[in-house]
């Protein structure tokens, strides 16, 4: 192996701090405007988040957003409150691991322009030669452009990387999809049709898989 890519949300961190922030405020600003209960707005807001469950726009809060015409932005939330994004603290030992033993290492998302955000305020942006986000070729996983977009960046072939994720349908799926070996991390035990070459609960083990 070559190059060792990852998922964002999931996998290198967590924004769940920051959602269960701002959604409380969403269901009350609903609530009043809508002249409904504040479990009425939240069952609706989050109707419309799952019916486009891994659609383009499914992965964009800024969509929803304006879909209900609220007044926020995601990139002003996530600059006013940074240490609601929590990184795993197995993610800055396996990136110091994986540059000193010299893979090249990538970052793969279906989310907008600012996951990267995300990883500057983060601190994890400096361990990535690579970020590749929905917008850079209008497509989301597991469509396998945004795959070898990635791969082309970091100059490698499927057959030399292996892909990081949480998720088996856009992240295991699309990564074996284009000849990439493929690493589900279930951080929480979870049951799951078992397609990935390798099930991990940290990224600790990844010593292992290429130990």
Request: glycine share 6%.
């Amino acid at each position: 192996m070559k190059a060792v890519l990852f998922d964002i949300d999931g996998t290198l961190l967590t924004e769940m701090p920051l959602i269960q922030l701002f959604l409380p405020w969403v269901y009350d600003e609903l609530s009043k405007r809508l002249g409904i209960t504040k479990e009425e707005a939240r069952n609706r807001f989050l109707h419309e988040i799952m019916v486009r469950r891994d659609t383009y726009d499914w992965h964009d809060w800024n969509f929803f957003f304006r879909l209900f015409n609220l007044d926020l932005n995601y990139e002003e939330l996530l600059r006013k409150y940074p240490h609601k994004l929590h990184v795993y603290p197995d993610v800055i030992p396996t990136l110091e691991w994986l540059e000193e033993e010299g893979y090249l290492l990538g970052v793969v998302t279906s989310g907008p322009e600012y996951q990267r955000l995300k990883l500057d305020l983060t601190g994890l942006s400096k361990y990535f030669e690579a970020i590749v986000t929905r917008e850079d070729v209008k497509a989301i996983k597991p469509e396998p452009k945004i795959f070898l977009y990635a791969l082309k960046e970091l100059g490698v072939e499927p057959s030399d990387a292996l892909y990081v994720g949480d998720s088996l349908t856009q992240d295991v799926y699309g990564a074996k999809h284009v000849g990439m070996k493929a690493v589900w991390i279930n951080r929480d035990g979870l049951d799951g049709y078992h397609m990935a070459d390798y099930e991990i609960r940290t990224l600790h083990e990844l010593r292992k898989i290429l130990g």
